[in-house]
């Protein structure tokens, strides 16, 4: 039996936003973690987090499957993380994720998470639900034990769903997109752990699909409601019909633009788990509410419209 300071567990997009708190986790757990992406600097915040040789980086290309075994090589588990929007879904979303399964198979890794969408479906209407579905069958064709885990919107500190709203609620009126659409979002650090732990028990997860929402079901405009609380302003949200939002998305390729498309296409359906398979309560996680955590981050837009601008100053003078 390995022992957990002898495993190695490559996450692709570790670096990113979920990516830190899945390492976090992984690392409170004594094993070894490899970030490979295309840009490693962007996970030297996360080595402080580590004990000396538990952490390494390796620049590594989703796409490329020479790439992919290297960063791969000596692994016991990996996890992918990689998303993007655009024209790239196909290659990262479907080929990229195949890549990975293939590799881990050859290898003989002993776990693979594949992290996808709450909406994936090869059937899709959206690009990105359509991506992301295929590329769960890709992995599952070729890694037939990988667990697959499709979150619900993810907030945290470094999130760029709560922030944003905050930051625009400065305004007098916030125009809200969507607004009956239903969600339930995740904590960042509960989703992290919930990662971590299927990669490190695939005696317990493997072959297995999870999808992963908070303790809380909110319309679009009750998310609003619940960051205003949290920050204390007080714009008026004006919930802005369909036939708008449809509108504005064929707007989306401009430079700026508030919505593409595709998101649009995404905003069709709620972003709730569906109940007919298992969540956090799998993995032992409590789901965090937004409001037990929000005011971490979100204080720093209360009573004061330039504060994040003072704190960037401070933090880069």
């Known amino acids: 039996m390995i022992e957990r300071g002898e495993e190695l567990v490559t996450v692709f997009g570790g670096g990113g936003f979920v990516g830190r708190y899945v390492c976090e986790s992984l690392l409170k757990r004594g094993v070894r973690v490899r970030v490979a992406q295309r840009n490693p600097k962007q996970a030297y915040i996360i080595q402080p987090l580590a004990q000396v040789g538990q952490f390494g980086f390796v620049?590594?290309?989703?796409?490329?499957?020479?790439?992919?075994?290297?960063?791969?090589?000596?692994?016991?588990a990996v996890v992918n993380l990689c998303g993007v929007f655009g024209k790239a879904m196909a290659a990262v979303h479907v080929d990229g994720a195949r890549n990975v399964a293939e590799a881990a198979a050859e290898l003989g890794l002993d776990a693979?998470?594949?992290?996808?969408?709450?909406?994936?479906?090869?059937?899709?209407?959206s690009n990105y639900g359509r991506t992301k579905g295929e590329g769960e069958k890709a992995v599952r064709d070729a890694f037939p034990g990988a667990t697959i885990i499709r979150p619900s919107l993810v907030f945290?500190?470094?999130?760029?769903?709560?922030?944003?709203?905050?930051?625009l609620a400065r305004l007098p009126f916030l125009p809200v997109i969507a607004a009956k659409r239903n969600f339930q979002p995740v904590y960042v650090r509960d989703l992290g752990k919930a990662i971590a732990l299927a990669a490190l028990n695939p005696q317990e997860h493997a072959g297995e699909t999870y999808e992963i929402g908070g303790p809380q079901v909110m319309t679009m405009v009750e998310l609003h409601q619940e960051i205003l609380a949290l920050t204390g302003q007080k714009p008026d949200l004006l919930a802005m019909p369909d036939i708008f939002g449809n509108a504005l998305s064929y707007l989306g390729f401009l430079p700026g633009?508030?919505?593409?498309?595709?998101?649009?296409?995404?905003?069709?359906?709620?972003?709730?788990?569906?109940?007919?398979?298992?969540?956090?309560?799998?993995?032992?996680?409590?789901?965090?509410?937004?409001?037990?955590?929000?005011?971490?981050w979100l204080?720093?837009?209360?009573?004061?419209?330039f504060a994040d601008r003072r704190i960037h100053l401070t933090a880069t003078s």
């Open 156 to 167: 945290g500190s470094e999130d760029d769903l709560t922030n944003r709203f905050a930051g």
């Open 299 to 305: 204080g720093r837009f209360r009573g004061d419209r």
């Open 59 to 76: 620049q590594a290309d989703i796409t490329r499957p020479d790439s992919v075994r290297h960063a791969l090589k000596g692994a016991t």
């Open 257 to 296: 633009a508030p919505l593409t498309r595709d998101q649009w296409l995404m905003l069709q359906r709620d972003n709730v788990p569906s109940g007919a398979v298992r969540g956090l309560e799998a993995f032992g996680i409590s789901p965090t509410p937004l409001a037990a955590v929000g005011p971490e």
């Open 112 to 125: 693979l998470v594949q992290v996808s969408a709450i909406g994936a479906d090869p059937e899709s209407e």
